[in-house]
């Protein structure tokens, strides 16, 4: 630990220790205890010490893998593809250690039936509810002749055994009091004897159609969607939630129900599109930590958007004690390795892998016909371009005046200013309402659709105002189309319109309320007419499309009007995706930059 090369014998003879061993070992020292010859590790590290045992090449990783196999439920109505029985085999071995889990495969390759494949095993009738006693486990010695013991929970040998919020068992000494919430006491004969608790199933608003459909479709398991319409006894909603085996629920009304969910123990709390409590600051991030379950499972596809505080702050859900407070990993990772300090960029990959399951859709599906991206480069008129220039010019002269004192101010008038821009490059109808020229997007969107003839098109848009702009240019036409935003109350309507009636060759959809959750692999044509920050929440909207069921070739246009921030977003965009592909092998938020970023955007 202090980097000292130089080891003296019992003889008084002194050695050099061999540089490999502090880089293979130097983690694992940080993270032990030792006792007599022997290094004892927390139970969560288990990543960092498989990954030494089974790797000669300190630079290298492999990840840890889980050997046991789990048949399939009988009760499951569909035939699980190969990685999808692994993904369902990867969650019960997790189950059976105690641990949580993220399930981040790529978007489309069915991590819903794998997560209710899960449930359906855990509340089969003849599922062992035992739970895997964690006895001390001594590794095989490497060929350095170093053994590595996790420690045994002394709890177990007394009941009632006292479960953490996270559903595991207490392993390890005192936890901080930042770090600890309200325990679910768990007496291991009631366990063995009575009904499992219900599972809480948190969701947007958007998907909670999807899931009872196909909980309804796959399982025999009971359901039933929490609202304020819930009816039980005041102060016991275990009259409700006993009657169930699946409680579905959005964001929102957790945020709302908060009082009354806490006060159950739920088998299972799983989070379905999890990065929306990416945000530690967020009132949905603060509730779902104070919800009480034996086990977690977090479900996204993008588990990092726009830094590594996303993964932790999933994490600090899944398994507080793994990465620490927020604080503690900022200091010990997220500086360290935007230093380029690899060592630790290392040691975090090793503590998470065996907690992520990632697969991408070349992967696992080879037989998925390919995508096609494409960027359309779009020119604005003069008139356009004129207005355009104004504007950002007064933005940029605002910026450089604003005193660095008034901080809160300057990020108002930043993100009001940046949201006026991207609108100007659309069409500054989105704007100024009595503008009369064109748009030289508007025109190439047309131009394009009308080349995509023949073939359904999915359109996605950042502003409901600029797919209102694309409705009324289709109207002229005379074009159908079908159209979903965050204010439409008849989206499985629309969803079967556009799927089932030929006419309808277009969807408009905004990108927050169609980005996930929907399966359209009747269209094989994209458009993102404008960009977001972020690339995920792009790919999330293609993976409507380009995902398991398709059959033809799924093509993506991306507009982008050029000399404007928009080129500067798909600048940012690669910077995110790097981070997003360095730790989690293979949205929307507005990302964090200094003011001379900031200011270097308006250039």
């Known amino acids: 630990l202090e980097e000292k090369h130089e080891y003296t014998l019992p003889d008084g003879r002194i050695i050099l220790l061999p540089e490999e061993w502090f880089s293979k070992y130097a983690n694992l020292m940080e993270i032990g205890m030792t006792r007599g010859k022997n290094i004892y590790v927390k139970r969560p590290f288990m990543g960092i010490v498989e990954s030494i045992m089974e790797n000669n090449n300190p630079k290298e990783f492999i990840p840890p893998q889980f050997q046991q196999k789990y048949p399939v439920p009988i009760e499951i109505k569909a035939q699980l593809r190969p990685y999808q029985q692994k993904g369902y085999a990867w969650m019960m071995n997790l189950y059976e250690q105690g641990f949580g889990g993220c399930l981040a495969d790529d978007m489309g390759l069915g ?24 006895e001390k486990t001594e ?9 590595v013991e996790y420690e045994r929970n002394p709890i177990l040998k007394s009941e009632p055994v006292r479960i953490d919020e996270m559903g595991q068992f207490e392993l390890f000494g005192d936890l901080t009091k930042e770090n600890t919430l309200n325990k679910c006491e768990v007496s291991q004969r009631t366990a063995e004897t009575t009904r499992k608790p219900s599972t809480l199933i948190v969701v947007p608003t958007s998907l909670l159609h999807n899931w009872k459909r196909e909980a309804a479709r796959f399982t025999t398991l009971s359901m039933a969607e929490y609202n304020s319409n819930s009816h039980y006894k005041e102060g016991h909603p275990e009259q409700f939630f006993n009657r169930f085996h699946l409680i579905f629920i959005s964001y929102g009304t957790m945020r709302n129900k908060l009082d009354v969910l806490r006060q159950y123990c739920f088998e299972y709390i799983v989070l379905d599109e999890s990065q929306n409590i990416k945000n530690s600051d967020s009132l949905t991030f603060r509730s779902a930590i104070q919800l009480r379950s034996r086990h977690r499972l977090v479900l996204t596809g993008t588990p990092i958007e726009n830094s590594l505080k996303d993964l932790w702050a999933q994490f600090h859900f899944l398994q507080p004690d793994l990465l620490g407070n927020e604080s503690a990993f900022t200091k010990q990772f997220i500086n360290p390795i935007k230093q380029g300090n690899s060592r630790m960029e ?9 907690f992520i399951l990632r697969r991408s859709k070349s992967e696992v599906a080879p037989e998925l016909p390919p995508l096609t991206e494409e960027i359309i480069y779009c020119d604005m008129p003069e008139s356009q371009n004129e207005i355009y220039l104004q504007e950002k010019n007064s933005l940029r ?42 748009s030289g997007k508007l025109e190439q969107i047309i131009d394009t ?4 003839e023949g073939h ?15 409705a009324a240019e289709f109207h002229k036409y005379g074009w159908q189309y079908a159209l979903l935003t965050g204010a439409s109350t008849n989206r499985p309507e ?8 030929e006419e309808i060759q277009a969807f408009l959809i905004s990108l927050k309320a169609g980005g996930v959750g929907l399966n359209l692999t009747q269209a094989d044509y994209v458009f993102i007419v404008d960009p977001w920050w972020n690339p995920a929440a792009e790919a999330q909207a293609i993976a409507r499309a380009h995902r398991i069921g398709q059959n033809k070739q799924v093509i993506a246009y991306r507009f982008i009007t050029k000399d404007s921030i928009e080129e500067k977003i798909i600048r940012l965009q690669e910077d995110k995706r790097l981070l997003a592909e360095t730790f989690i092998t293979d949205s929307e938020s507005i990302p964090t930059l200094t003011d001379q970023e900031w200011i270097g955007l308006l250039e």
Not at 113 to 129: G, V, W
Not at 456 to 470: A, G, Q, T
């Open 111 to 134: 991590k819903t039936l794998q997560t209710l494949t899960l449930l359906q095993k855990i509340y089969s009738r003849n599922h062992d509810d035992n739970d895997t006693e964690r």
């Open 139 to 147: 590794l095989p010695k490497n060929k350095s002749g170093i053994s």
């Open 346 to 354: 290392l040691r975090l990959r090793q503590l998470i892998t065996p």
């Open 397 to 438: 002269n605002t910026l450089l005046q604003l005193s660095p004192n008034k901080k809160q101010h300057q990020q108002f008038t930043v993100l009001n200013g940046i949201s006026r821009l991207r609108q100007l490059a659309c069409h500054p109808r989105m704007i100024f309402s009595d503008y009369e020229g064109s």
């Open 449 to 452: 659709y009308l080349r995509s």
């Open 456 to 470: 359904k098109v999915l359109i996605f848009s950042s502003f409901v105002k600029h797919l209102e702009l694309i």
């Open 494 to 501: 629309e969803i079967a319109r556009f799927s089932q009636t």
